[in-house]
């Protein structure tokens, strides 16, 4: 069994490695296209990294300059002592800091999701869009579960 042409052209496209440091740990993110285009941000889900994003950036190459992070923990970014929502936003922040992006666009899946979803309430001003995937959100006054899917 062979992989798809458009899987294999979208693998062959290596991203740029970069870190950055987050309260002490660094912070990786993988990088694709060209620094002026605007910014598209990914965020993973639970258990996951950057890897996920491999065979979908660099469908969005014509248009963005894309960068997929690994979240503390996961891929190749430190592990720290304690995690907390914060925390993660503040590593979103910093990803942009680095890359000189005032604002952009994200999209987050799962877990991801509700980092990215949290990270609005700590530093809107670095959303210009937040696209969410297979997120769960529980509203705090109800017991039942609202999924969500956005494609």
């Known amino acids: 069994m062979t992989s798809p042409e458009w899987f294999v052209s979208a693998i062959d496209n290596s991203p740029e490695h970069y870190y950055v440091d ?3 740990a660094n912070i990786h993110y993988s990088l694709w296209g060209d620094s002026s285009k605007p910014g598209l941000f990914f965020v993973h889900g639970y258990s996951a990294n950057s890897n996920w994003w491999d065979f979908i950036a660099p469908h969005f190459l ?4 894309v960068v997929a992070v690994d979240l503390s923990g996961n ?3 430190d592990h720290r002592q304690n995690y907390s929502q914060e925390l993660y936003a503040k590593e979103l922040k910093a990803v942009c800091e680095d890359r ?3 604002s952009t666009t994200f999209i987050a899946h799962s877990m991801g999701g509700s980092i ?4 609005t309430s700590f530093f809107p ?6 696209i969410l995937s297979l997120i ?3 509203e705090p006054t109800r017991p039942r579960l609202i999924s ?4």
Do not use: M, P
């Open 22 to 24: 987050v309260e002490g």
């Open 62 to 65: 014509n248009d963005f300059c």
């Open 75 to 77: 891929g190749n970014s």
């Open 100 to 102: 000189q992006w005032n």
């Open 116 to 119: 990215s979803l949290k990270a």
């Open 125 to 130: 001003e670095i959303f210009t869009q937040l």
């Open 136 to 138: 769960h959100i529980s």
């Open 148 to 151: 969500y899917a956005v494609f």
